[in-house]
């Protein structure tokens, strides 16, 4: 359906283009009479810079239904540069966000008129959206850079007042919509007063020699406290650029430096973009507005982000919000399950990333949280992510830089590590001599680690034994192999301890969750009530791998009864 909407709003740019082409030319024919064409629905509306005695208009476009439903308030768009972006937000908004006002902000209309007919009617843009001064002098005093706090205190106090007294909006569903000189002024106000808006959307911000200031603004507004929600920017952003422009490391460093906040009310989404700096704006329009009206669907709440509960046959865990056609792996849940961490490759991330969903105030939203290292997972007490060999512990601001295990698993290759409440480890070794694959522990005895131990046949037995989850009280291992007596490529495998502490006979979870294709990096979430675990439902080149989950009772089913 998104791809629909997607080629319709593409699809209607080229027939409109076409049509003009087509009326053009047997106008000129006809050498009949033209005129100006309006845009339906759009509103345009006086407005006064009241602090600096400025003149501009507002385009206002409100949704279908306004006048009939009296009782709906509307999410707002405000953006920069309404004549050039009026037709492009206006078609994406008709197909992919129908109920949300509009509302454009122009460039000054009563400015010098020399200066307008040299430079052109956007010469205001240069002022207004740049927060720095110019250090050439003839160049500052002709464009006055550098005023990007009055156009926001504008903004801010006259021209979103008088949209929410005028018009039923929504004050808690306010975006941002700005490109090129827009994005920047947009990175302005998301560092310097974020509360503005919930969300921004930064196309090609131009930030080339702005990073150093932003970054400025950002220890102004101080770091991110789990324990202070006043110390959070509060925002979902979105920011693309082109794959062909010229600056983009600036951009890069702008996202690392959120990301660094480790800001939980923070989701940070990047977008690469076909074209250069001009010809990626057009798609940025209508991927941006894809990804807000994602945002504005019904709020996730509740257990499992509001999933329902599965049978005893497996299904997709969250189709469309976590599983989408790309990889998603090693999904799994904190202790307290208001988090659900997992790893994606594709579309918005194109290198392996570890993603979160987070329940605040039973509100569950994504964001990034770092590049993917090892199959992470975390450890019973919920203060220790596992990174395959290295690990991070979750501290008062967020998380801790990423640190090693220690001597003994630093020369051995590991996917996946999990722990069990006393402290033992449990973990796989990627390309073993034999090609076969080991599964390992190693004990904490008397407060040492000990040396790395394989197990016993019953559980390193068959082919490519990976991804191994031990349960927090040692009962039981979960890992995935290839058997002759399996289902097709690797299944997963539970083996129980028994009351002598050897393990038993390798048992297949079954027909409900094995099948013929690739089954993988089992978790059990710490309710104990559901098993996670991964399926490649793609090619053989595993370009599209889901998450799937079952009611955990089949885990009861297969234990040897006494």
Do not use: C
Request: proline fraction near 5%; glycine fraction near 8%.
């Amino acid at each position: 359906m998104r791809k629909f909407k997607l080629f319709l709003v593409l699809a209607t740019v080229a027939f409109h283009t076409l049509f003009a082409q087509e009326n053009h030319i047997k106008d000129d024919a006809k050498a009949a009479k033209t005129s100006n064409f309006e845009l339906p629905k759009i509103q345009v509306v006086p407005i006064m810079d009241t602090n600096g005695n400025k003149q501009y208009e507002l385009y206002i476009k409100l949704p279908e239904g306004y006048s009939e439903n009296k009782d709906t308030r509307y999410p707002v768009i405000y953006y920069t540069d309404a004549m050039w972006h009026v037709e492009m937000l206006s078609g994406s908004t008709e197909y992919m966000l129908e109920d949300v006002i509009l509302v454009g902000i122009s460039w000054q209309k009563d400015i010098n008129g020399d200066l307008k007919k040299e430079v052109g009617e956007h010469v205001s843009r240069f002022r207004d959206y740049s927060f720095r001064k110019s250090n050439k002098p003839e160049i500052q005093a002709k464009y006055q850079f550098g005023q990007a706090s009055n156009h926001l205190a504008f903004i801010r106090n006259d021209v979103i007042t008088y949209v929410d007294n005028t018009y039923r909006t929504d004050p808690n569903s306010r975006t941002y919509f700005g490109y090129s000189m827009g994005g920047e002024f947009g990175a302005y106000i998301l560092l310097s007063q974020p509360d503005t808006f919930n969300n921004y959307i930064l196309g090609s911000p131009s930030i080339k020699n702005e990073v150093e200031y932003l970054s400025e603004l950002n220890t102004k507004f101080g770091p991110y406290e789990a324990s202070n929600r006043n110390s959070s920017l509060n925002a979902n952003v979105f920011i693309s650029y082109g794959s062909l422009e010229e600056e983009m490391e600036p951009i890069d460093e702008f996202i690392k430096l959120l990301n660094d906040r480790r800001d939980d009310g923070l989701t940070v989404l990047k977008e690469v973009i076909d074209g250069n700096h001009g010809t990626a704006f057009p798609m940025t329009a209508v991927r941006s507005i894809s990804w807000l009206a994602q945002l504005n669907k019904p709020v996730l709440g509740g257990l499992y982000l509001g999933q329902k509960p599965p049978g005893f046959t497996a299904i997709p865990f969250a189709p469309g919000i976590v599983n989408t056609e790309h990889r998603e792996l090693s999904g799994f849940f904190s202790p307290d399950l208001k988090e659900f961490y997992f790893n994606r490759n594709g579309g918005s991330y194109e290198k392996h990333a570890l993603v979160v969903f987070k329940n605040i105030e039973n509100r569950w939203s994504e964001s990034y949280v770092m590049p993917r290292i090892g199959r992470p997972v975390f450890a019973p007490d919920g203060r220790t992510m596992h990174l395959g060999k290295k690990y991070m512990v979750r501290t008062e601001t967020g998380w801790s830089k990423v640190k090693s295990l220690g001597s003994y698993f630093e020369d051995i290759r590991i996917m996946r590590l999990t722990s069990s409440s006393k402290g033992t480890f449990v973990f796989d070794e990627v390309g073993s001599e034999d090609g076969d694959g080991v599964i390992r522990y190693s004990r904490l005895i008397n407060g040492k680690r000990e040396v790395p131990k394989p197990f016993s046949k019953e559980i390193n037995t068959g082919k490519y034994n990976a991804h191994p989850f031990i349960a927090p009280d040692e009962s039981y291992i979960i890992w995935d192999g290839e058997r002759e007596s399996g289902y097709g490529d690797s299944d997963l495998y539970i083996s129980f301890q028994q009351k002598d502490g050897s393990w038993g006979e390798a048992i297949n979870l079954g027909s409900n969750i094995n099948t013929e294709a690739w089954e993988s990096t089992a978790f059990v979430t710490p309710d104990g009530k559901y098993l996670f675990f991964n399926r490649n439902v793609g090619s053989s080149d595993y370009e599209n791998v889901d998450i799937f989950w079952v009611d955990a009772k089949v885990i009861e089913d297969l234990r040897p009864k006494p």
